[in-house]
């Protein structure tokens, strides 16, 4: 599916090229030798994101930030020559095929789909809301064009509406214009993101079970930060709004409550059952963009085996698609099994 990557000035590389067989390959080496970023490189050359930065500034290679540079990834990807560059000045630039594309949502609409899994993902079940918001996030983008524009729209009227409130006199119009936006984008994502938690949870909790070889049930509950209706809560927290000067009702407030065999998976599950919680909510994540986009991603995995013991690294390699391409970063490979290339990064 991605069969070369370029980089250029990106994190700590100053150039690299790589190839990629059909079915994937194990990079392998020590600790801040880029395994990582390379990966990030893929998901930013497939997605435009980069599941470790908010922004795109923090990944241009430190000794290029002075000189006021950028970085380049391109690579061969589902049969295309995809390019992307970005400068502090100019930010995005966008190619396929040689060919400049203006909008991001015209790249992303033709390229591809990846899951990250990496050792931070035990924060989905521990951390806090945001982290399963961005989950929620990062599949929907992928799904559905118009779940991305509303919600970059909802962020930024999310924080047009705050700067309103924060006035020491209310400039009342404005703020019912921004409202009637945050209502409208607002209910998109809360729709979306309800059915999303309806169709991720029956895969979660059967990958659960296929990982830990046991019967664990997984229950995952949307829990909408707009109530029952967003309007209405708007209109109830109107005086909070005032005093703290920010908006406390919405889908900036969304989260989703988490069980195991019907208790609290933060509190109750052990530490090995909520990394095998997180492994499974990534691989309902892969299941769900294969039934219902109709590709199958690629999978990411950085450095997840070393906290997880023989029995359930062999159970997740097993659950991942026999089919899938599956870009692998690890210290060691003793129990890599043959069907992977290995890149060794003291080489490169």
């Given at each position: 599916?991605?069969?070369?990557?370029?980089?250029?000035?990106?994190?700590?590389?100053?150039?690299?090229?790589?190839?990629?067989?059909?079915?994937?390959?194990?990079?392998?080496?020590?600790?801040?030798?880029?395994?990582?970023?390379?990966?990030?490189?893929?998901c930013?050359?497939?997605?435009?994101?980069?599941?470790?930065?908010?922004?795109?500034?923090?990944?241009?290679?430190?000794?290029?930030v002075?000189?006021?540079?950028?970085?380049?990834?391109?690579?061969?990807?589902?049969g295309?020559?995809?390019?992307v560059?970005?400068?502090?000045r100019?930010?995005?630039?966008?190619?396929?095929?040689?060919?400049?594309?203006?909008?991001?949502?015209?790249?992303?609409?033709?390229?591809g789909?990846?899951?990250?899994?990496?050792?931070?993902?035990?924060?989905?079940?521990?951390?806090?809301?945001?982290?399963?918001?961005?989950?929620l996030?990062?599949?929907?983008?992928q799904?559905?064009?118009?779940y991305?524009?509303?919600?970059?729209?909802?962020?930024?009227?999310?924080?047009?509406?705050?700067?309103?409130?924060?006035?020491?006199?209310?400039r009342?119009?404005?703020?019912?214009?921004?409202?009637?936006?945050?209502?409208?984008h607002g209910?998109?994502?809360?729709?979306?993101?309800?059915?999303?938690?309806l169709?991720l949870?029956?895969q979660?909790?059967?990958?659960?079970?296929?990982?830990?070889?046991c019967?664990?049930?997984?229950?995952?509950?949307y829990?909408?930060?707009?109530?029952?209706?967003?309007?209405?809560?708007?209109?109830?927290?109107?005086?909070?709004?005032?005093?703290?000067?920010?908006?406390v009702?919405?889908?900036?407030?969304?989260?989703?409550?988490?069980?195991?065999?019907?208790m609290?998976?933060?509190?109750?599950?052990?530490?090995?059952?909520?990394?095998?919680m997180?492994?499974?909510?990534?691989?309902?994540?892969?299941?769900?963009?294969?039934r219902?986009?109709?590709?199958?991603?690629?999978?990411?995995?950085?450095?997840?085996?070393?906290?997880l013991?023989?029995?359930?690294?062999?159970?997740?390699?097993?659950?991942?698609?026999?089919?899938?391409?599956?870009?692998?970063?690890?210290?060691?490979?003793?129990w890599?099994?043959?069907?992977?290339?290995?890149?060794?990064?003291?080489?490169?």
């Amino acid at each position: 599916m991605i069969s070369t990557l370029r980089l250029q000035n990106f994190r700590c590389f100053d150039a690299l090229a790589l190839e990629f067989p059909e079915a994937g390959a194990v990079m392998v080496g020590a600790n801040a030798q880029g395994k990582t970023s390379i990966l990030e490189a893929v998901c930013v050359l497939v997605r435009l994101q980069s599941p470790r930065s908010k922004g795109m500034g923090s990944l241009v290679m430190v000794d290029a930030v002075p000189a006021g540079g950028g970085f380049g990834v391109a690579g061969e990807c589902w049969g295309s020559e995809l390019q992307v560059r970005y400068a502090p000045r100019k930010g995005v630039a966008m190619k396929v095929d040689d060919e400049a594309v203006q909008r991001q949502s015209d790249y992303l609409r033709g390229g591809g789909l990846v899951v990250w899994m990496g050792n931070d993902d035990l924060q989905l079940v521990r951390g806090s809301g945001s982290v399963r918001r961005r989950y929620l996030d990062f599949l929907g983008c992928q799904l559905d064009p118009d779940y991305r524009d509303n919600l970059h729209r909802y962020a930024r009227v999310l924080k047009a509406r705050n700067i309103l409130l924060k006035d020491r006199v209310v400039r009342e119009d404005e703020l019912a214009a921004y409202t009637e936006l945050l209502v409208r984008h607002g209910e998109f994502l809360t729709n979306a993101r309800r059915e999303l938690v309806l169709s991720l949870e029956p895969q979660t909790s059967e990958s659960q079970s296929a990982v830990s070889a046991c019967d664990e049930r997984v229950g995952m509950e949307y829990v909408a930060g707009s109530g029952d209706d967003l309007t209405t809560s708007l209109e109830m927290t109107r005086e909070r709004e005032r005093r703290q000067g920010q908006t406390v009702a919405g889908p900036h407030r969304d989260d989703i409550r988490l069980t195991i065999n019907g208790m609290a998976a933060n509190e109750f599950a052990s530490e090995g059952q909520q990394r095998t919680m997180a492994l499974s909510l990534k691989l309902a994540q892969g299941e769900l963009l294969h039934r219902q986009a109709g590709k199958m991603p690629v999978y990411l995995l950085d450095d997840i085996f070393g906290e997880l013991d023989t029995e359930r690294r062999n159970a997740l390699m097993n659950a991942l698609p026999g089919e899938a391409q599956k870009l692998i970063t690890t210290t060691n490979i003793d129990w890599m099994t043959d069907e992977f290339s290995v890149i060794k990064m003291e080489e490169l």
